[in-house]
C-alpha cells in the first residue's frame, strides 16, 4: 500500500528540498511530504496545501480555509504562556493551530516624548524560553531572530537604570562573519513582504509589526554596543498580539488528517526547527533584506556581498526605516520591489534628465502601477488599439512620466530613447499624455480631473455596447481604471462625473486615488480637507481604503480583486500614498512639480540596489517580468480574437453592426435620410430643425448616443427611438446628465475614446463656456464630440444677457479642430449634422435659434460642407452682406428691399469649412474690389477676416422680447442697410481701393 502524501506550503522562498527531505527521514514517517513552492497571498483555494504556514495577513486571505483558533483565546502578556502551548484538538471539526511565532505589538515613539523604559525583558525571554519559542519581538523571520540569538549568546547582559547593556564580540568583524554564516544557513518561512505603512502614521504611538530596527537604539563605540531598549510590550500598552502558526486545510481528506496532526507536532518542535536553522549553504536558501550600520566601510562591504549572493535580507537592529533610507544601504532584492523600484528609478531619471517634469507622482504610485499592470490589466502592445482591452486613464497626467514607463515595460512601442526625449520637441513623450501621440496612451490629460470624466465616459459606453452585444458571448468585459491625485478631486468637473457614476451604476469603472496629501501650493490642509470617503459613498460608490500604497503591495493587489468583485457600483480605492516616496523630499511639495537633484535620483537608487550612476537602468529580469504580464494581455485578446470569430459567423449582420460600435464605422447610404425643407414649409426654430434630423438619423445611425445637461425640452436632444440610459437599462441612448455641462463635455471625450459611439450633448450654447475645458481638451484629442448648443443669440429674448451667448461663438471658432456651425435655416441644420458626422477628427459646435426662421431659398445640407455660399445673388454686385443664423434672413430682406445698391447675401454657417476650399472658390464667393459687410447677432470679434465693416454685439446683450432686442441692437433691415449704404459711399466718395480680404501672408 502505497504512503499518504502530506502538501507542506512553506511559503514562496522554498530551501533545497533534498535537504529537508533528509531532516524528516531521520523520523522514520510512515507518510510522505511534498514541500510546496506556495505564496498564500496569491492562491486559489484549490492549490492549498494540505498543512501551511500562515500569518496575520495571510490568515485574513484565508480565514475560510483553515481551522481557526479558538475565538475564546486572548493574547496578552498574562496568559502568553497559555497561548503558547495550544494543543491541537479534533471537536466538532475544528482544529486549532499550533503558533510558531509570537509577534508582539510594541510602542514605538516618534517624537521621543514618551521617554519610556520597560523592566519585563528577562520575563519575556523566560516565557519564550521556556515555552520553546524560537521567535520574540515584533518580528516576522526567522532571520532576525537568529541574529538576536547570536547576541544573547555572545553578549553579556547587566542592568543599570532600567536599561539593558549588551556586550557584543569584541570585534565588529568577528561579529559580521558570524552573521554571515547565518544569513548562509537559514530558512525563512515568512512570505510576507514587509508593510512599512505605520512609518507613514500621524498618531504619535503606532503598533508596529515586523519592525526591530524600532525596539532598539543601539551605538557603535570602540568595537562594543550599548544597546537600550526604547520600548517592550508590558500589561499597560500590549493591546494584542499577532500568531505565524502552522494550520491545517480545512479541505483535507479526511485519511490525512492524523498524519498532518503529527507532522504539524514535528515542523513545530524544537529539534526540528533547530535542524531548520542549521541548514547548510545553498543557493536557495533565501533571506529577506539587507538593513546594516550608517556611514560604515564595512557595512557597505557586507552590503554588497550580501547583494552579489542574492542575500536579501539582514535586518539590523539599530535605526529606523528612514535612517537606513537616508543611508542608502537598503537593499531590496525581492522581485516585485525590484520591479517597483525600476519604475520608481526609470520615472525619476526620465523627469531628471528632461530637467522638466513631475517626479513626485510617479514615485509614489509605482507600487500600484506595477500592481495593476502586473496582475490586472489586459493589454497587448503589438496590438493597442484591440477593442476589449482594460483601459487606463491617468487623471493626474502630470505623472506622465509613470505613464510612459510603464508602457516602455509592457512593451509598447516607446523605447528608451523616446523616454530620454521626454518633453521634447516632435517626441512620443509630451509633457501631459496626448492620445494618437504615445501608443498606448488612452486618453488626454493634464488639466486636473479631465480624466475621471473620460473614466466615466468611457464606463458608459462600455455598459452600453456590452448590454446590446453580450447575449451568448462576453463580447465586452473589459475594465476602466483610473488614477488621479488630490487635485483632480478638487475640480469640479470630477464631482459632476462621479456623481453621474454613481447614479448610473457603472460597475466596470475603478478609480485609484493617489492620496498623498501634497499640491503645488504645499499640504491639501491648506485648502482640501473634504472626507472623499464620505463624498464617494453619498454618490453611490463603494469605497475601499489602503493605507499603505507606499509598500503593501498585497494590500493593493486585495483592494483591486474586491473592487473587480463588487457590481452594480463603480469603485474608488483610496490609496494613501507618499508623494516622492524614497527621496530626500519625500512627502513635501518641492517634489510635485521639479526633477529631484542628481544626489537625491542617486539616493533613490542606492535604496533599490540600483546602480546610482548608471541612468535608465531596467533589470533584465524586470523586462522577463512584464514580457510574461504581456503575454497573458496577448493570450486575453487572442482568446478574444477567436470569440468573435464564433460570434461573426453565427451572427453576420450583428458583427457588421459590432464593428460600428466599436470602431465608427458608418452605415452605407446614412445621409440620405437627412430631412429636407421647401421654402413652402413654416418656419420653425433651428433648435426643432435639431430634433426633426436627430431622429431622422438615431433609428439608421444606431451608434448616435446623447443628452442634455438638464435642458431636454429646451434643446430638444430626446431621442424617440429609444429609452433613457439609466442603471437598469444600458441599453438607452438618451442621457440625462444632470446641471453637470462640464462632466457632461468630459464624459463625451471618454464616450468617444472608447468605442465608434457618435456623442452629440445638449445645453444652452451660452453654457458651453462651463464646459470650454473638457471642449477644449477634446478637440486637441481630435474626438469628433458634437455639441448641440441651442438658445443661439439675444434671440432668446426674456431669459437676458446671462444667457444669451455674446463671446461664445468667437471664442470656439478661435478654438482650433472645431467647426462651430451656425445654420441659417432647417436645410443648413441638416448640413451641419452631415458634416459633424463625416468628419470626425473635429468637434463640432451646432448654434442653433429659439425663434423661428424661413426656409430659404438656395439652402441645402449639401452648401454647408463648402463653409460659405451665394444665397441670394444679383447682377452688378456692389455690396455683400456676410451672416449667419438668423440674421441671414434678415440681411436676405436687405438685399431685397435696397434699391440703390445691388448686395449679395453669403450664407456664412462654418468658417473652418470655408478656410477649407480652394482659392478659386473662395474668391467666386468674397468678390475682390467690392466692399463686404459682416452680420451677426453675437461679438464682432474675427469677422474683419472676411469682411471690410463689422455689424454684431458691442456689449453684452438685455432683458427682453426678441423683436425689441434686434431693434434695439441695431440688427434690423432698416439699420443694416444704412450701414452697408454707408461702407459703399465711403469708398466711392473716398475713390479708395476695397482692400482684399482674401489677400494674406
Not at 969 to 982: D, M
Request: with cysteine; hydrophobic share 40%.
Amino acid at each position: 500500500m502505497s504512503k499518504v502524501t502530506i502538501s507542506v506550503g512553506l511559503g514562496n522562498f522554498l530551501p533545497d528540498t533534498s535537504i529537508l527531505n533528509q531532516i524528516f527521514e531521520k523520523e522514520n514517517l510512515e507518510f510522505n511530504i511534498n514541500f510546496v513552492n506556495w505564496d498564500p497571498l496569491n492562491v486559489n483555494s484549490n492549490e492549498i496545501p494540505d498543512l501551511f504556514f500562515v500569518n496575520g495577513t495571510a490568515s485574513e486571505h484565508l480565514k475560510n480555509n483553515f481551522y481557526e483558533i479558538e475565538q475564546n483565546e486572548s493574547f496578552n502578556l498574562n496568559n502568553f504562556a497559555n497561548c503558547s502551548k495550544l494543543n491541537l484538538i479534533n471537536n466538532n471539526n475544528k482544529l486549532i493551530g499550533i503558533p510558531s511565532t509570537i509577534r508582539l505589538p510594541c510602542l514605538f515613539d516618534r517624537s521621543n516624548k514618551l521617554n519610556t523604559t520597560i523592566t519585563n525583558l528577562e520575563q519575556l525571554l523566560n516565557l519564550a524560553k521556556s515555552n520553546n519559542l524560537n521567535f520574540i519581538w515584533s518580528i516576522n523571520s526567522p532571520v532576525i531572530i537568529s541574529i538576536l540569538y547570536l547576541f544573547l549568546q555572545n553578549s553579556k547582559i547587566s542592568n543599570s537604570n532600567n536599561n539593558y547593556n549588551w556586550q557584543l564580540p569584541s570585534t565588529f568583524d568577528q561579529l559580521n562573519n558570524e552573521i554571515l554564516t547565518i544569513l548562509r544557513n537559514i530558512v525563512t518561512y515568512s512570505t510576507l513582504e514587509q508593510s512599512n505603512s505605520f512609518f507613514n502614521s500621524n498618531s504619535l504611538i503606532d503598533i508596529l509589526i515586523g519592525s526591530s530596527e524600532l525596539l532598539l537604539n543601539q551605538s557603535f563605540e570602540n568595537n562594543s554596543t550599548t544597546i537600550t531598549i526604547k520600548s517592550i510590550p508590558n500589561e499597560n500598552n500590549l493591546q494584542s498580539a499577532f500568531v505565524d502558526f502552522f494550520a491545517i486545510n480545512k479541505s483535507i481528506d479526511s485519511s490525512k488528517i492524523n498524519f498532518a496532526l503529527k507532522l504539524l507536532n514535528l515542523i513545530t518542535s524544537k529539534s526540528i526547527l533547530s535542524q531548520l536553522l542549521q541548514l547548510k549553504s545553498n543557493q536557495n536558501v533565501i533571506p529577506a533584506r539587507i538593513d546594516l550600520e550608517l556611514n560604515s566601510n564595512i557595512s557597505k562591504q557586507l552590503a554588497q556581498l550580501a547583494y552579489s549572493n542574492n542575500v536579501v535580507a539582514f535586518p539590523s537592529l539599530n535605526f529606523t526605516i528612514n535612517q537606513l533610507y537616508q543611508s542608502g544601504l537598503l537593499i531590496q532584492r525581492n522581485a516585485q520591489h525590484e520591479a517597483v523600484a525600476a519604475i520608481r528609478c526609470l520615472s525619476a531619471d526620465t523627469v531628471v534628465n528632461a530637467k522638466s517634469g513631475h517626479p513626485g507622482m510617479p514615485m509614489g504610485m509605482a507600487p500600484a502601477a506595477y500592481v495593476l499592470w502586473n496582475y490586472f490589466i489586459n493589454y497587448d502592445p503589438k496590438e493597442p488599439k484591440w477593442f476589449n482591452r482594460d483601459r487606463w486613464i491617468l487623471s493626474n497626467g502630470h505623472g506622465c512620466a509613470l505613464q510612459y514607463t510603464m508602457l516602455h515595460l509592457a512593451g509598447f512601442d516607446l523605447s528608451i530613447d523616446d523616454l530620454k526625449r521626454f518633453r521634447q520637441l516632435h517626441s512620443k513623450t509630451p509633457g501631459h499624455p496626448e492620445v494618437g501621440i504615445t501608443p498606448g496612451v488612452e486618453a488626454t490629460t493634464g488639466p486636473l480631473g479631465q480624466g475621471i470624466g473620460n473614466g466615466v465616459g468611457m464606463a458608459i459606453a462600455q455598459a452600453h455596447i456590452a448590454q446590446l452585444f453580450n447575449e451568448k458571448y462576453n463580447l465586452v468585459d473589459n475594465y476602466i481604471y483610473v488614477f488621479c491625485g488630490d487635485g483632480c478631486l478638487m475640480e469640479g468637473v470630477s464631482l459632476e462625473a462621479i456623481s453621474l457614476a454613481g447614479h448610473l451604476g457603472l460597475e466596470k469603472l475603478i478609480i485609484i486615488y493617489d492620496d498623498n496629501k501634497i499640491t503645488i501650493d504645499g499640504s491639501t490642509d491648506l485648502a482640501f480637507t473634504q472626507n472623499m470617503n464620505l463624498t464617494f459613498e453619498s454618490c453611490g460608490w463603494h469605497v475601499i481604503q489602503v493605507n499603505d500604497g507606499d509598500s503593501n503591495l498585497l494590500e493593493i493587489k486585495e483592494a483591486i480583486s474586491k473592487a473587480r468583485s463588487i457590481s452594480g457600483k463603480p469603485k474608488l480605492i483610496k490609496l494613501r500614498t507618499t508623494i516622492g516616496y524614497t527621496s530626500k523630499q519625500e512627502g513635501t511639495k518641492e517634489v510635485h512639480g521639479s526633477p529631484i537633484s542628481l544626489e537625491d535620483l542617486q539616493f533613490v537608487k542606492l535604496q533599490s540596489g540600483f546602480p546610482k550612476d548608471k541612468a535608465f537602468y531596467v533589470p533584465e529580469n524586470v523586462y522577463q517580468k512584464f514580457a510574461l504580464t504581456s503575454e497573458r494581455g496577448q493570450n486575453a485578446h487572442n482568446q478574444w480574437r477567436n470569440l468573435y470569430a464564433k460570434f461573426a459567423q453565427e451572427n453576420p449582420e450583428k458583427a457588421v453592426e459590432f464593428e460600428q460600435y466599436a470602431y465608427g464605422r458608418l452605415p452605407n447610404d446614412w445621409q440620405t435620410v437627412l430631412p429636407k425643407w421647401t421654402p413652402e414649409k413654416p418656419a420653425i426654430a433651428t433648435r426643432q430643425a435639431s430634433f426633426e434630423v436627430l431622429n431622422a438619423l438615431a433609428p439608421v445611425l444606431k451608434t448616435l448616443i446623447g443628452g442634455s445637461a438638464d435642458l431636454t425640452p429646451s434643446n430638444l436632444t430626446n431621442l424617440k427611438c429609444s429609452g433613457d440610459f439609466k442603471k437598469d437599462n444600458h441599453k438607452g441612448r438618451y442621457i440625462r446628465f444632470g446641471v453637470r455641462e462640464h462632466g457632461m463635455a468630459a464624459i463625451g471625450n471618454g464616450i468617444t475614446l472608447y468605442s465608434g459611439l457618435i456623442p452629440y450633448l445638449g445645453t444652452f450654447l451660452n453654457f458651453v463656456g462651463y464646459a470650454a475645458g473638457a471642449v477644449r481638451v477634446g478637440a486637441l484629442s481630435e474626438l469628433g464630440v458634437i455639441y448641440v448648443g441651442t438658445h443661439d443669440s439675444i434671440g432668446l429674448g426674456e431669459d437676458g444677457p446671462t444667457h444669451q451667448p455674446i463671446e461664445i461663438i468667437a471664442s470656439l471658432r478661435a478654438m482650433p479642430h472645431v467647426h462651430v456651425f451656425r445654420p441659417a435655416d432647417p436645410n443648413e441644420v441638416s448640413g451641419a449634422y452631415l458634416c459633424a458626422i463625416e468628419d470626425r477628427k473635429m468637434t463640432s459646435v451646432i448654434a442653433l435659434t429659439r425663434q423661428a426662421v424661413p426656409n430659404l431659398i438656395n439652402s441645402s445640407a449639401e452648401n454647408v460642407r463648402k463653409g460659405a455660399y451665394v444665397i441670394h445673388d444679383c447682377e452688378n454686385v456692389q455690396a455683400i452682406l456676410l451672416a449667419t443664423g438668423s440674421e441671414v434672413s434678415i440681411c436676405i430682406d436687405v438685399a431685397k428691399q435696397s434699391k440703390d445698391i445691388a448686395i449679395r447675401v453669403v450664407s456664412f454657417p462654418c468658417w473652418s469649412l470655408f478656410e477649407r476650399q480652394s482659392e478659386q472658390y473662395k474668391r467666386s464667393v468674397l468678390l475682390e474690389g467690392v466692399p463686404i459687410v459682416s452680420v451677426e447677432a453675437a461679438a464682432m470679434f474675427g469677422w474683419e477676416r472676411y469682411s471690410h465693416h463689422q455689424i454684431g454685439m458691442k456689449t453684452f446683450g438685455a432683458s427682453g422680447p426678441a423683436k425689441d432686442l434686434y431693434e434695439y441692437f441695431g440688427l434690423t433691415v432698416k439699420n443694416i442697410l444704412a450701414e452697408t449704404s454707408k461702407v459703399v459711399n465711403f469708398f466711392r466718395s473716398q475713390q479708395t481701393h476695397v482692400p482684399d480680404v482674401l489677400r494674406r501672408f
